[in-house]
């Protein structure tokens, strides 16, 4: 074994190596468990993306109010908006997203282990590679769904158009801008979500090896193994700070390219212009519009999903 994969190993049962993995077991099985997962959370990322394109003049200036009028207007349908068009974008793009990331914390852990860094640190870099380069190869199919969908959350709020379903949505977009419309606000995304995906790994891996060192846990793992509780737990706790952390360093960039995603084809403004109406509708914290349910949805997102995550590739290992 060499010394990036005893590196790997150091954490013994606590982490499971990609090659370790039953591939077709890991895509089926996790198709389901995600899909359940999204289900749940949904609605945050609804009123998330209602408050980012709240206007001045809009009445519901906080989540409990876009709540309220969701419910009030809609129904619980009405939390779920878009969400079938999510769906069937988010299994390929996980699909991606994960093959990318396990490959490529492999290969990145080799890459940093001559350097001699501290565990923690060494996990933050291979972690933060990973989430960065899986993030960018899933944009292709995630940036399409996040600009159909959230004209879907938005549709009749706040003067925004309706639409007759998702493909309703791509049709008219084609038709208005072409092929690049459903790429509207690519740049921002890939700013957005890859150095979000970057500081969530790195976070979310570094921390693990904190709180591991903290419970008095080092190289000895694999002779005293901790009890399945506790390795869930400290993945919960990561999952928690690395939510936090990344919200509130990309908050600013994701409310402006929700606002240029969602805005009507006649208006069509370009960033700077986005950016100016923020400030003059809010000045600078403007930019953090739907921070509280952000910060909530990466936390509870993140540890949702590393939970389920953790769990489906502990029930997906080969058999020896």
């Known amino acids: 074994m060499d010394a990036s994969s005893s590196r790997m190993q150091t954490f013994g049962q606590t982490e499971i190596n990609w090659d370790k993995l039953d591939k077709t077991k890991f895509y089926v099985v996790g198709a389901g468990i995600f899909t359940g997962v999204t289900v749940a959370l949904y609605p945050v990322s609804v009123v998330k993306t209602r408050l980012q394109v709240a206007t001045k003049d809009t009445v519901d200036r906080n989540a409990f109010s876009v709540i309220r009028g969701i419910l009030k207007t809609d129904g619980v349908p009405g939390l779920y908006r878009g969400f079938g068009t999510v769906i069937t974008g988010a299994i390929p793009a996980r699909v991606i997203f994960l093959t990318a990331l396990e490959t490529t914390k492999v290969a990145a852990f080799r890459m ?4 001699k860094f501290s565990e923690p640190t060494q996990a933050a870099i291979a972690n933060g590679i990973a989430g960065m ?3 960018l190869f899933a944009q292709g199919v995630f940036v399409p769904i996040d600009v159909i969908s959230q004209k879907l959350m938005v549709q009749g709020y706040s003067g925004h158009a309706k639409y007759n379903g998702g493909l309703d949505v791509a049709r008219k977009v084609i038709k208005a801008d072409g092929i690049r419309g459903l790429y509207r606000g690519f740049g ?6 890859s150095p979000s ?3 969530w790994w790195a976070s979310y891996g570094s ?20 009890s399945t ?19 509130c360093i990309t908050t600013p960039l994701d409310t402006i390219k929700t606002r240029l995603q969602v805005m009507g084809h006649d208006k069509r403004p370009s960033t700077r212009q986005v950016v100016k109406n923020l400030i003059a509708d809010d000045g600078w914290k403007g930019f953090y519009r739907g921070l509280g349910p952000r910060f909530f949805s990466m936390s509870a997102w993140g540890t949702s999903m ?7 590739k502990r029930l997906c290992v080969k058999d020896e």
Do not use: N
């Open 229 to 247: 509780w506790t390795i869930v737990s400290v993945q919960a706790a990561g999952g928690i700070i690395a939510g936090a952390t990344a919200s």
């Open 112 to 115: 940093v282990e001559p350097f």
């Open 133 to 135: 380069t899986a993030s």
């Open 188 to 193: 921002l995304s890939v700013m957005t979500y």
């Open 306 to 312: 590393i939970l389920a995550y953790e769990y489906l």
């Open 207 to 226: 921390s693990q090896r904190v709180i591991w060192r903290f419970l008095g846990h080092g190289t000895d793992l694999k002779e005293i193994p901790p």
């Open 197 to 199: 995906s970057a500081v």
